[in-house]
DNA sequence: GCAAGGTC
């Protein structure tokens, strides 16, 4: 530090924000600092006396309100139509004091006039330092030979802030420099993207009813795409999910203790005959042994890591469905009026020198939690434990805690309360100790299967006692012992269908943007309402996100050309490249060039490839200037009820690129869609009404196909219907596919639907056999049907050991090879006929002596072989092969395919008529 | 009229 000779040096010190520089000086003065207005109303200027190693100086203190300063293309490029926007990639750019930040730049050139120093008290972060670099060019801009210093504190408390002042050094330029290039980049990318789409599209297509496309812009920008890009990801996973049937067997026992629920510790499988078997064998020797009870575990569920800007927003939305751009505006509220520390933080530990005792002592009056803050003073009590570190640590800001007593103001809104509440007993949990349960597994053995149970004893509440936003339930299970055995009181096979995951919730969003490091914490709540109010994403009541048209349209475009903009992998090279410049391995200059090169040519190509984006948004919008056309696309016959809404029709439409589907006539708010085969080339309702499908009229389609796109053996004429009993459109759907723009777009490895109902429909939980909704396919009548018509052995005319056909309708089965736990490898016969469910192991068919024994069957996997223990002595193969039939386990013969629950040799159980479980479960 | 980043 160089001094000066003489007497009191002054110095300017300005800090980001009014608040820094009122606590700072509050800090250094020890409360005695003297208060002047500036230029602008928030930013005052406070005034004391300090030594700085041991230099008498005259401290201004001031701030600015973030940047002082905003980057600018130069005046002849500002204007949209100025120029082509790919010029906007080597533009000039300047940086600009803009107006209302007019007055902050006046009070500080007018301080450092009579300065002799400036002390940048600045955030230690890039923007900080960015920022810092601002009020040095304003400030040498009018006082030339200022000495200029960097205050670095990493919190608001006096040890930090005395330090920091008593050990000044230089501004960090390639911090600076980081920023810099941040900002050049998102500046070019974003206006020369933004220009090009609005431009582009904004006069082509009818994108709302509103009448205001002229003022509309379709953004672009490096943050708000990629957050789109989330959306749009979950809501396309959501549409190209087909739903999987699988099974599971559920086993419960009622003793005088009570009731504990088995799980089947395979957990579930998708091949509903190694289910069925498997229970089978279960049901035939239902005793259950106790095979395992450990000592019960103790368990803990910890608080919470202190609160950071992220979780706050993140937990707002879930415990109280606010918006997180809704809680930054009320938790911004709360800190302006003192009552929680500063809401922008990344941090979510508390440093060792924070004072945590205090911030619980003036909670002990509040009526809810006060006796809990009480409590959690008290040494004896045991309530107490230092709060963890969650690993973040952004230098500038503590986690969110409570400064401020409060019992509720009178002008606090509903919200205002839920935040501070939030805010305190975080709090409060973080300085707790965890809950803590003792849990208990026991384990048991159905003829070879395990299942387990769990119970919990909750022991101590301990934070959950003030965290009332979280819960941790406890279950009781009887007392079992080591070998005891006893016989289910239930035991069921069960079936569900795999469901889509849903839409992304709010805190999902946030989660996404977090871990692709897609803006700031203090940013990231802004990007998404950006979303909605461009118009490219809406949120229901849940806040669920769903794009719209237009949202899925600009994705859908930029991912047909090929381009991954919306994905977030361009925001986190730039954000590495940042990184390199702030540390000093590549220039600002060098990562400019090479940046702005590749998303020039990047610009240049999608411009070329503007056919895309423009091909998208047809499918979404009409064009608007051709009204006449626009009629015949919304308009529509009338084909059934809409079966997913229930609330509007379902009319038989063609798209621009001449694709018949049959859509629900309440779109967007519903999108359940039919799409028929490609090869229609005309599509007409008639009035005929089928006669298998419902509910209410399903009035069947007159189609041409297109000759050359079908098969042979198809007509051309086809009367068809939509309601899922027509085999000919199913079978054309999965030859020649769809006009559907998401078939193209399904997930990796999955199977094209042939599924008639589209795979265009939002929810699960329909049959997959006879694609229609109201049962689980293991209810299905057309299955039953189908089972009920099996017959019980399978022949093999041709004495072939590879060929063997199905009873039930003739169709020559597939040779499978079993991939389930238990029969891996294991070879089996099944009928490939949609809705037949013949099956027959191939051990069984063609070993035929009768005398097959214990796991030497070829390809078994040992699970036959297990010992089982139970009636007869019979110490494995149970069942036994003999032709197509089995024996049990006492070797009486019973027929391989039974009724469990009647013994009906003519069908399932899970379709036997004196079934008493309304689900289909049976026992 | 464009971006994202500060903050009142």
Redesign the pocket.
């Known amino acids: 530090m160089s001094r000066r000779g003489g007497g009191p040096v002054t110095v300017l010190n300005v800090a ?5 520089a009122k606590s700072v000086a509050g800090i250094l003065s020890r409360g005695t600092f003297r208060t002047r207005e500036g230029r602008s109303r ?2 005052k200027i406070f005034e004391f006396d300090y030594a700085i190693n041991g230099q008498p100086c005259r401290m201004l203190m001031t ?11 130069a005046n002849r ?5 100025s120029c082509d ?1 790919a010029d ?1 990639y080597q533009a000039p750019v300047m940086k600009h004091v ?1 107006e ?2 007019k007055d902050i730049k006046k009070t500080l050139e007018e301080e450092a006039r009579k300065s002799d120093w400036l002390v940048l008290w600045l ?1 230690c ?4 330092e960015n ?1 810092a670099f601002e009020v040095v060019d304003v400030c040498r801009a009018v006082k030339h030979n200022l000495f200029i210093r960097r205050a670095h504190f990493s919190a608001l408390i006096d040890r930090d802030i005395h330090e920091a002042v008593q050990n000044l050094r230089d501004p960090n330029q390639l911090f600076a420099e980081a ?1 810099d290039a ?6 070019r ?7 090009f789409q ?2 582009l599209l ?1 006069d082509r297509f009818a994108i709302d009813s509103t009448g205001e496309e ?4 379709i ?9 789109l890009g989330f959306i749009v990801e979950r809501y396309w996973e959501i549409q190209a999910h087909e739903p999987e049937e699988f099974w599971t067997i559920n086993c419960s026992h009622q003793s005088e203790e009570g009731l504990a629920t088995f799980n089947w510790m395979r957990g579930h499988l998708f091949d509903y005959a190694s289910a069925v078997i498997l229970y089978e064998m279960c049901v035939e020797e239902p005793t259950a042994t106790v095979m395992n009870v450990p000592h019960p575990r103790e368990r803990f569920k910890y608080p919470p890591y202190p609160l950071n800007t992220i979780e706050l927003e993140k937990r707002a939305s879930r415990y109280f469905r606010l918006s997180s751009e809704h809680t930054m505006k009320v938790a ?1 509220e709360l ?2 009026a003192g009552f929680i520390s ?1 809401p ?1 933080t990344e941090t979510d530990s508390f440093s060792s020198r924070t004072d945590l005792c205090a911030m619980v002592e003036e909670q002990r009056r509040h009526p809810a939690w006060g006796s809990y803050a009480q409590r959690l003073l008290e040494p004896e009590g045991g309530l107490w434990r230092n709060p963890g570190n969650g690993g973040h640590d952004d230098k ?2 503590p986690p969110i805690h409570p400064t401020k007593f409060s019992s509720g103001e009178s002008n606090w809104s509903r919200d205002h309360l839920n935040v501070y509440e939030l805010v305190v007993r975080h709090y409060l949990a973080c300085v707790s100790q965890p809950a803590k349960a003792a849990e208990t597994t026991v384990e048991i053995d159905i003829a070879g299967e395990r299942f387990s149970a769990s119970g919990r004893a909750i022991l101590a509440k301990n934070y959950l006692e003030v965290y009332r936003f979280e819960s941790w339930g406890g279950s009781v299970i009887p007392v079992y012992e080591k070998g005891q055995q006893f016989i289910p009181t239930t035991l069921t096979l069960d079936s569900a269908v795999t469901r889509p995951p849903p839409l992304l919730c709010e805190a999902d969003l946030l989660s996404c943007m977090d871990k692709a ?8 709540h ?2 998404i309402k ?1 979303l909605l109010d ?1 118009g490219y994403a809406t949120k229901d009541a849940n806040t669920r996100f769903s794009p719209t048209n237009l949202g899925e349209a600009l994705v859908m475009g930029y991912d047909d050309m090929g381009y991954e903009l919306w994905k977030p992998n361009l ?1 986190a090279l730039m954000e590495r490249d940042m990184n390199e410049v702030s540390v000093g391995r590549k220039t600002k200059a060098e990562v400019l060039e090479t940046c702005l090169q590749q998303m020039k040519a990047c610009f240049l190509d999608a411009r070329v490839k503007k056919s895309k984006l423009l091909e998208a948004m047809t499918i979404f919008f009409e064009r608007s200037n051709n009204t006449d056309e626009s009629e015949s696309q919304t308009a529509g016959e009338v084909i059934r009820r809409c079966n997913l809404c229930n609330e509007s029709d379902m009319a038989l439409r063609k798209n621009r690129d001449g694709n018949f589907m049959v859509g629900c006539m309440n779109y967007p708010q519903c999108r359940n869609a039919v799409w028929l085969p490609g090869p229609t080339l005309e599509a007409s309702v008639t009035t005929d009404v089928c006669q298998t499908c419902g509910p209410g009229p399903v009035y069947k389609i007159l189609f041409k196909f297109r000759q050359i796109g079908i098969p042979p053996g198809f007509d051309v004429n086809h009367l068809g219907c939509i309601g899922g009993c027509d085999d000919i459109l199913k079978q054309l759907i999965d030859i020649c596919g769809t006009g559907s723009r998401s078939q193209a777009r399904r997930a990796p490895g999955t199977v094209p639907s042939n599924n008639i109902q589209g795979s265009n429909t939002r929810q699960g939980n329909f049959c997959i056999h006879c694609q229609q909704r109201g049962h689980a396919s293991a209810n299905c009548p057309s299955r039953a049907t189908a089972f009920r018509n099996s017959r019980l052995t399978a022949t093999n005319p041709r004495n072939d050991e590879s060929t063997v056909s199905c009873n039930t309708c003739g169709t020559q089965c597939v040779l499978r090879t079993a991939n389930t736990e238990a029969n891996r490898g294991r070879q089996f016969f099944s009928c490939p006929t949609q809705g037949c469910s013949f099956f027959a192991w191939e051990d069984s068919i063609n070993n035929s002596s009768g005398n097959a024994t214990t796991g030497s069957n070829s390809g078994g996997s040992g699970r036959r072989g297990r010992g089982r223990g139970g009636r007869g002595g019979q110490s494995g193969g149970g069942r036994r092969n003999s032709g197509t039939s089995f024996v049990s386990a006492t070797g009486e013969p019973v027929s391989g395919i039974r009724c469990f629950s009647c013994g009906d040799p003519s069908h399932f159980a899970n379709v036997c008529p004196n079934r008493n479980n309304s689900n289909g479960n049976y026992y």
């Not at 490029?77 to 139509?81: L, T």
């Not at 972060?125 to 900080?128: I, Y």
């Not at 941040?182 to 500046?187: A, N, T």
Request: aromatic share 10%.
């Open positions: 980001e924000k009014p608040s820094v928030y930013n701030s600015v309100i973030g940047h002082l300063m905003e980057l600018e293309f490029y500002r204007k949209w139509h926007p906007l803009p209302d930040k955030d972060d890039r923007e900080g920022i920023v941040r900002q050049e980049i998102d500046l990318i974003g206006a020369s993207f933004t220009r609005t431009m904004r002229r003022s509309r812009v953004s672009y920008g490096p943050c708000q795409f990629p957050t911004e800190y302006q500063y922008r500038a800001h490091g897609i803006g700031t914490d203090a940013t990231m802004d990007h950006k461009r925001r």
